[in-house]
């Protein structure tokens, strides 16, 4: 059965930067959580007033992305079935191993205080029973390299266009493959894609730029469809037919 | 074109009752929101510990159901396309008709914050610029027959069994089409689906329980991959093939 591992690239997840922890909005948001703002994560919704102090400013701070993408994850049937392992790699190279029996809260405030735990204690809940664990300054060529990829697909609006990742999958012959999904908002990767190993195939799910969302949605239930006919083809010639078919005219005679 | 309304049905989105306005896990959350309790919604998150006191606590105060399944929608390539409208039923009979232009916020906590304004105002962001809607005592039956369906299905655990509802779609002739979801995580629909006209057909994506959000982009997906193929074999059609092909075997000569 084929694995796959799904990645959320460069996504815009981080503790607020220590340039940023002592601008008023910080202080304020700090106060009010009762956290030091070393233990914050930074959220553009709250903190977009002390962005201009950071580069990169209209994209970062966007951990409700991760969070859309964990809950279409989590809750998919390829993992359900087993068949899909997560990671969130950030825009500083920290990796997030998500263990599929993990149950996020859907509860956006409760999930930011879980992940803000993690960056304390590195493993939640405890490290007999990590269901998720964090690790510093692992980049997506060392992440995807570790992961021992068959094929690795990047999902990427400059990409192949097709309508569906299941076409390009339907292809494939790897057994572990990797799919690559951008954790932020605009722009592209900062990553060097083109260092990945082995060498990536671009893809691309229309001309507009799709929230990410949207984009785990659609790639997901390609891949579920691609996977059921699959299934379906090899039962159908399993199956001798359950009732007697009518004879079918003779097309040639 | 067929046109596709989408309802979220029977959701778990609502003014904190009466009833449990004074209990001491409301007054603390109203406080520090600087909100009064009757102008707040209900949160499962939040407000668990006055649940006892309330019917249907299993389920109640699910506001974040609603934000998943807005944001999903309202990116799909249906609504950019103009082809979706999409409703929010509550289980109050509360209806909340959401342009498609509407751009929500992907952050939690101003979502909530917006939801909150509409129940105070009725429509946001103003009357000449109608994005959200909101209309009282509208039952479902009331709202589905105002949307002249032609054709109407509720997705259902118990429904038949489908792989995709596109299966279905294909044979449907309708140019009006209604799809239900409930906006619920436990439990069935509150609203008598045996009384909307047209009768509902019940699909089903599975035999386990899915989360809404995986409901809504499994059946925005297939809606998607079936009109794409329809479109496909249009202009299949239409088009001249683009090189000679061989001359067909003639079947019965």
């Known amino acids: 059965m084929r ?4 990645i959320l690239a ?6 607020i930067p220590k340039e940023i922890q002592s601008e008023r909005c910080v202080l304020n948001n700090a106060r009010a959580r009762g956290k030091a703002p070393d233990k914050i994560l930074l959220d553009a919704s709250h903190h977009h007033p002390a962005f201009r102090r950071l580069g990169g400013s209209d994209r970062r701070g966007r951990p409700d992305i991760t969070h859309f993408f964990l809950m279409l994850c989590l809750d998919s049937d390829l993992s359900v079935q087993g068949r899909l392992r997560v990671f969130v790699h950030t825009r500083n190279d920290d990796v997030i191993a998500v263990n599929s029996e993990t149950r996020l809260p859907p509860n956006y405030p409760r999930f930011i205080g879980l992940i803000e735990t993690l960056y304390e204690k590195e493993v939640v809940p405890s490290a007999e029973n990590a269901l998720l664990e964090l690790r510093h300054g692992v980049s997506l060529e060392a992440l995807v390299a570790a992961l021992k990829a068959d094929e690795v697909y990047v999902l ?3 990409g192949e266009k097709s309508h569906t990742v299941a076409e390009m999958l339907s292809e494939s012959k790897g057994e572990r493959v990797v799919v690559i999904i951008g954790g932020f908002s605009k722009g592209s990767y900062k990553s060097d894609i083109s260092r990945l190993k082995p060498k990536p195939i671009h893809c691309s799910l229309g001309d507009r730029m ?3 969302w949207t984009v785990t949605s659609k790639t997901l ?3 579920e469809m691609s996977e059921n ?4 083809a090899v039962t ?7 009732k007697p ?9």
Chains 1, 2 share one sequence.
């Open 210 to 212: 799709m929230k990410v």
């Open 10 to 15: 460069d996504s815009e997840l981080e503790i």
């Open 245 to 253: 078919r009518r004879a079918r005219k003779k097309k040639e005679e």
């Open 221 to 223: 239930c390609s891949i």
């Open 229 to 232: 006919q699959a299934v379906e």
């Open 236 to 242: 159908k010639k399993a199956k001798a037919p359950s």
């Open 156 to 158: 990427d609006v400059d």
């Open 3 to 6: 694995q796959y591992y799904f």
